[in-house]
């Protein structure tokens, strides 16, 4: 095996580890019903695994290759044509091949950003966390 496979090879290692580890749910309190309590989209963006990938507004990624998410704002209503920050942010956790962002560097096992199946409750707060100044 060469240098080059090796060390893909341990990226991938890393990345299911850390996939593993942050991507659990997260829970509301037993006393209130999902849809009445606010989801925390900074809690989710860590306990989803976004973090691990992406630099968000208050947290810094483990890798590079990924785009960097902490100012979203300035960029994400500007990104595809007709399409509004939240359209855009929407689409891209939703449907993250829908379009490709020109900041993503593939590098190794990492060629795409998984399909997290999240509800639409969690896409919302994920958006509005990545939205919020």
Same mark, same amino acid.
């Given at each position: =095996?060469?240098?080059?496979?090796?060390?893909? @090879? +341990? &990226?991938?290692?890393? +990345?299911? @580890?850390?996939?593993?580890?942050?991507?659990? !749910?997260?829970? !509301?309190? #037993?006393?209130?019903?999902? #849809?009445? !309590?606010?989801?925390?989209?900074?809690?989710?963006?860590?306990?989803?695994?976004?973090?691990?990938?992406?630099?968000?507004?208050? &947290?810094?990624?483990? %890798?590079?290759?990924? *785009?960097?998410?902490?100012?979203? @704002?300035?960029?994400?209503?500007?990104?595809? #044509?007709? =399409?509004?920050?939240?359209? $855009?942010?929407?689409?891209?956790?939703?449907?993250?091949?829908? %379009?490709?962002?020109?900041?993503?560097? *593939?590098?190794? *096992?990492? @060629?795409?950003? *998984?399909?997290?199946?999240? #509800?639409?409750?969690?896409?919302?707060?994920?958006?509005? $966390?990545?939205?919020?100044?």
């Amino acid at each position: =095996m060469t240098k080059t496979g090796v060390a893909a @090879a +341990i &990226s991938a290692v890393i +990345i299911a @580890a850390a996939a593993l580890v942050g991507w659990d !749910t997260v829970s !509301t309190p #037993s006393s209130a019903p999902a #849809s009445t !309590t606010a989801l925390d989209g900074a809690a989710l963006f860590r306990a989803k695994g976004c973090a691990t990938c992406h630099t968000g507004p208050d &947290s810094q990624a483990l %890798f590079l290759e990924f *785009p960097n998410l902490s100012d979203a @704002a300035s960029f994400a209503g500007e990104r595809r #044509s007709g =399409m509004s920050a939240e359209e $855009y942010l929407t689409e891209s956790i939703r449907v993250p091949n829908a %379009f490709i962002s020109p900041e993503f560097r *593939p590098n190794g *096992p990492t @060629a795409n950003m *998984p399909t997290l199946n999240l #509800s639409d409750a969690e896409i919302e707060a994920l958006v509005s $966390y990545l939205l919020s100044d």
